[in-house]
């Protein structure tokens, strides 16, 4: 099913509305797996199980931690489903930006989208800390090479430069042949630890009572283990994302969603109960508040699997670290690319190449930032993986879990203030679902926030950690007070925040909440509603 319609804001001075388009990304460049692909990567399946979960056992619910997932996916899956309703009316890179914008209010759209773009921008530069930190540590092991991390770094970010440059099919290619071999490797260990656990196989650890108590960890903490969960998850949005480029993105964007979100829900809580049950419950927490906490992963793995086994790890750690900073590579770029095609941001990052009709522009300047962030981090003396990556992944949650609750708003107006399309307004999906979402997504947000330090670890003593509330608070109230200033002083540019949106649907008038004038999607032209 094609695009068939592009609804926009006013045309470009000089350029008759009639005939304006604004620049779209390549259609059809993604199928159903595709779409899938690049969502999981995100999620980096290797890098969770082996960063995410030993703090959960250790520090927070011990061997209830499997059951954290079982809960986390839960409160997930109620999300998306207000998520997907919107998905199916509205299709454009923008995502976030785009659904609070024409769902709600372009008030709020803008401080969403600023949100959403800050989060990715910055997340790819800590994903490549982390790489550069699984990268250095398997070569000095096994190969005795002794290189800067900054040089891993850097071939990283040219590798990811060059891939994204092409259309967006061949990165889920890429992420495709990562994703297999991560699965196949996690999901090996898991059914020979469940095979040979020294305990039996208990189903205490899938009991969600579990995951509310401490199991008697020392000095654990319930919150930071269901934080360590839902952390797990950061990036399955992202379907949204690439619904432009996708096959049918009325059908796929919801269907990856409702795949992304059960499938890695499913698949988390198997292997990390696989894995808690083959070092045995009270040997899982020692390893996992040890000086080796990989090793929860990694000593199951190698007595049932072999030493080869360790090795492999080591690799796909950093495959799955490239893999899930490609993927956020790319969902940086395209709110870039959103940003500029509303001319929100310099139109020419707004640009899709002659040939293969990627946001190349916007995926060069992308690059030039991560590579900035990258040098600081260099320059300062900074911890690519303890203090980068920890702390970038603590303020992009933040961010997103922000977002996520607007969202949820979104949809409520969407259906059921302004009325929008009858026909898939039902108060169980649009508007009971979306308020248990937001309501999980606060939970979080506190969990987050009661838990920082915690997190954090030794980082919680850096100017960073300190100053990552404040910068939160300055991207959202700085981007609401700019969206109110455009509104009142430059309604021309107000009218294009969140504006280009890409329909299969004929375009219909919209009712808005605020006074000002709505540009008419048909024609481009302003007109009162």
Aim: glycine share 10%.
């Amino acid at each position: 099913m094609a695009l068939d319609s592009a609804r926009t804001g006013p045309a470009p001075a000089g350029v008759s509305a009639s005939t304006s388009t604004p620049p779209q990304l390549k259609k059809g460049a993604l199928g159903l797996a595709g779409v899938v692909f690049m969502v999981v990567a995100f999620s980096a399946p290797v890098t969770a199980m082996t960063g995410n979960l030993p703090v959960a056992v250790g520090f927070g619910n011990g061997i209830g931690a499997p059951a954290g997932f079982i809960i986390a996916t839960v409160v997930l899956t109620i999300f998306s489903v207000g998520f997907i309703a919107l998905a199916r009316h509205i299709t454009a890179a923008g995502a976030f930006y785009t659904f609070v914008s024409r769902g709600w209010t372009r008030i709020a759209g803008l401080p969403a989208g600023v949100l959403s773009m800050f989060t990715y921008m910055t997340m790819e530069a800590a994903l490549i800390g982390i790489f550069s930190a699984f990268a250095k540590q398997a070569v000095e092991s096994q190969f005795g090479i002794d290189l800067p991390w900054l040089v891993y770094g850097a071939a990283c970010l040219v590798v990811i430069a060059v891939l994204s440059h092409k259309d967006i099919s061949l990165a889920a290619k890429v992420l495709g042949l990562v994703l297999i071999l991560e699965i196949a490797l996690l999901t090996a260990t898991a059914v020979a630890s469940l095979m040979n656990a020294p305990d039996g196989l208990s189903l205490t650890s899938l009991n969600p009572a579990t995951a509310l108590s401490t199991n008697g960890v020392p000095g654990g903490v319930v919150g930071l283990g269901l934080l360590m969960a839902f952390w797990s998850w950061v990036g399955f949005e992202s379907t949204a994302i690439y619904g432009e480029e996708s096959k049918d993105p009325k059908r796929i964007v919801p269907r990856a969603t409702l795949i992304a979100v059960i499938g890695i829900g499913v698949f988390y809580t198997f292997i990390s109960w696989g894995v808690v049950a083959g070092n045995g419950g009270q040997k899982a927490v020692e390893l996992s508040a040890g000086d080796e906490p990989f090793s929860l992963i990694y000593a199951p793995s190698e007595q049932y699997l072999g030493a080869w086994s360790v090795h492999a790890y080591q690799w796909l750690a950093i495959g799955g670290s490239f893999a899930c900073a490609l993927a956020i590579h790319n969902s940086a770029a395209r709110y870039l690319f959103a940003f500029g095609r509303d001319r929100i941001l310099p139109h020419k990052l707004g640009a899709v190449h002659p040939t293969h009709n990627s946001p190349w522009i916007a995926s060069l300047t992308q690059s030039v930032f991560a590579g900035i962030l990258l040098l600081v981090c260099a320059i300062s003396g900074s911890d690519p993986y303890g203090v980068m990556f920890v702390l970038i992944g603590i303020m992009a949650t933040l961010a997103l879990l922000i977002v996520q609750v607007m969202c949820s708003i979104s949809t409520i107006v969407y259906f059921h203030v302004r009325g929008e399309h009858p026909e898939t307004k039902h108060w169980l999906r649009t508007l009971v679902c979306p308020i248990i979402g937001a309501l999980g997504m606060l939970f979080v947000i506190y969990l987050m926030g009661t838990n920082m330090r915690a997190a954090a670890g030794a980082a919680s003593e850096t100017l960073l950690f300190k100053a990552i509330p404040f910068i939160l608070v300055i991207l959202f109230v700085g981007s609401l007070v700019t969206a109110l200033y455009l509104r009142k002083s430059h309604p021309d540019v107000y009218s294009r925040i969140g504006s280009t949106v890409f329909d299969d649907l004929p375009a219909v008038d919209s009712h808005v909440l605020d006074d000002d004038p709505e540009p008419d999607h048909r024609s481009g032209t302003i007109s009162k509603p």
